[in-house]
């Protein structure tokens, strides 16, 4: 069972369009991420949503948007893409902090958006 | 705030050689420190962890010890092997600032047979 699901895995558009990540956790977590992870490797946050409700919404341009139906559930859509958008997102969840107070995060396998 | 540093790679190594990926952090309350490992192609796992002064994170062979005096978490394995080839991230999570994750730039690591 995957713990962190995203979809789709891979994804190539042309810049204008709009388009869609949706990531799932099955590990009853309350808390969900978006991470941007750029060519270098370098990750930036994007957004958090604990319980539904979002607690980070870091400086991302107003052309994405998170989506959280439910605390299982956290979706990324993205309108008029651009070339710099071009990138690997990783989903992630975490429990808030577990027995030794420490905020452990699981990742998805991540969704590689390539904007031509 | 706070910042987590990462020596630069990649780092290159060849197959039974001993590593070590310097962390050094700065935070303003008393952190938990973490190294996660991403192998290529896939997400960040956690690797080990250490939630206070002295504590030492163990797993696959890796370790850290978390150093309060010198604000670093070293991570250290013996004798590396081709499949410990990955991108490492050493990261912290500060109650003072809501224990939000605060992440180093990531050290790829190659090791060669």
């Known amino acids: 069972d995957t713990a962190v699901s995203q979809t789709p895995k891979y994804l190539v558009t042309q810049m204008g369009n709009d388009k869609s990540i949706k990531c799932e956790q099955n590990l009853g977590h309350d808390t969900m991420y978006w991470y941007k992870q750029d060519s270098k490797k370098f990750l930036k946050i994007m957004f958090s949503?604990?319980?539904?409700?979002?607690?980070i919404n870091e400086t991302v341009p107003n052309r994405f948007s998170p989506k959280s139906p439910d605390k299982a559930h956290l979706n990324l859509h993205i309108n008029s893409l651009e070339l710099g958008d071009s990138a690997v997102y990783f989903c992630?969840?975490?429990?808030?902090?577990?027995?030794?107070?420490?905020?452990?995060?699981?990742f998805g396998a991540g969704s590689r958006l390539t904007v031509l | 705030g706070d910042s987590v540093t990462q020596m630069e790679g990649p780092v290159t190594l060849s197959e039974e050689a001993f590593l070590t990926i310097n962390c050094t952090y700065t935070a303003t309350g008393y952190p938990s420190l973490f190294w996660y490992v991403q192998y290529p192609g896939e997400g960040l796992q956690l690797l080990l962890k250490a939630t206070k002064a002295d504590d030492k994170g163990s797993n696959k062979g890796f370790e850290a010890t978390y150093r309060k005096e010198t604000t670093s978490f070293h991570l250290e394995k013996g004798s590396v092997q081709v499949s410990d080839s990955a991108v490492y991230f050493c990261a912290l999570s500060d109650p003072g600032s809501n224990y939000q994750l605060i992440w180093g730039a990531g050290t790829k690591l190659i090791i060669k047979p």
């Open positions: 949503y604990n319980n539904k409700e979002l607690i």
């Open positions: 992630a969840s975490s429990q808030d902090r577990d027995s030794s107070g420490a905020n452990v995060l699981t």
